[in-house]
């Protein structure tokens, strides 16, 4: 069964630390290298690009371009390996060349995560589109130019520049990651028609009381947008206390948004990469495999099917079009 996996953080490692992590070596250190996604049976891998908040105003933009250099350098080097995903013929082809043969390449979108690289200017924007970038969350918890982030405690929404930017993201069908928003930027955001919405990596707070957790009336909205939600394997986003996490605790996540409708609108977004402690079971993106395999314990394989990549191939394919 193949896997989607809709965000990691393998570039803010490449970025970080050039010398020390690998994304061909076969004991890659890396929670997600290529022998990993092979041993996954990954189909498509995003990959975000990540600024930290360390880097100084003004150098966000170079930070975040140096990170894309690093994904068509040392990620897209073999492209026999990994093929870059940006639009709906290209997903096609990738699914019929796989369906072909099991050693095709494996599939590569990438996603920008927050807006704060845009340094107030819609042309880095369509710059970063040129660029293959296809989907972007507006903020990294705290608040920039675009919008307020979760853990902004005045709770603001979108600003001016950040309807500019979501406007200009409608007309490059560009999608719209509403992880780490604001709960009124949130729903600014999904006052808009016609732009694709997911939640690459964020879990219940019904069930983990998480500020980074979406609440009910966020997931039944998503799945009304015909979004998607990618359950995510962050301990603190998954239980409580975190070093207790398993994988029976990420199931009843996916669990409680099957109760709120949403068996059509769960992925799975790992983070793998951008965390250091991890759910015991899911420590690096080879334990894909064991997963999917205790998920078919419970659930029909149609059902776990639609989790592991159909559902989220059909939101890629709409928003790609």
């Known amino acids: 069964m193949w896997v989607i996996d809709g965000h990691c953080d393998v570039l803010l490692k490449l970025w970080n630390s050039p010398d020390e992590h690998h994304f061909y070596e076969e004991e890659s250190t890396l929670d997600v290298s290529y022998h990993g996604l092979c041993s996954a049976n990954s189909f498509i891998q995003n990959f975000a690009v990540f600024v930290p908040p360390r880097i100084p105003v003004g150098q966000q933009f170079l930070a975040a371009a140096q990170q894309i250099d690093i994904f ?36 590569a979108i990438l996603s920008l995560e927050g807006a704060d690289a845009l340094q107030g200017e819609i042309a880095y924007l369509r710059l970063f589109h040129r660029l293959g970038v296809r989907s972007m969350g507006l903020t990294w918890n705290y608040a920039n130019e675009v919008a307020d982030g979760v853990q902004e405690l005045r709770n603001g929404g979108i600003t001016r520049f950040g309807h500019q930017v979501l406007e200009e993201m409608r007309k490059l069908k560009m999608i719209c990651d509403v992880s780490h928003l604001s709960i009124r930027s949130f729903w600014d955001v999904m006052e808009y028609t016609d732009l694709a919405v997911m939640a690459s990596h964020s879990n219940t707070r019904a069930l983990c009381p998480h500020v980074r957790n979406l609440e009910d009336d966020q997931i039944r909205a998503l799945i009304q947008k015909d979004g998607m939600i990618g359950v995510t394997f962050v301990p603190c986003f998954v239980h409580q206390p975190s070093n207790e996490s398993n994988i029976s605790h990420v199931i009843r996540h996916i669990e409680h948004i099957c109760e709120l409708g949403g068996a059509d609108s769960i992925m799975f977004g790992s983070d793998f990469d951008g965390i250091e402690e991890k759910v015991t079971g899911l420590e690096t993106a080879k334990q894909y495999t064991s997963f999917i395999h205790m998920l078919l314990q419970y659930y029909p394989s149609d059902l776990v099917e639609k989790w592991a990549w159909k559902s989220s191939y059909v939101f890629y394919s709409k928003a790609f079009s």
Not at 81 to 100: F, H, P, Q, S
């Open 72 to 107: 068509y350098h040392k990620v897209l080097q073999d492209q026999s390996k990994m093929a870059l995903i940006t639009n709906r013929n290209e997903l096609d082809g990738l699914r019929v060349a796989r369906e072909k043969d099991d050693h095709a390449p494996i599939g």
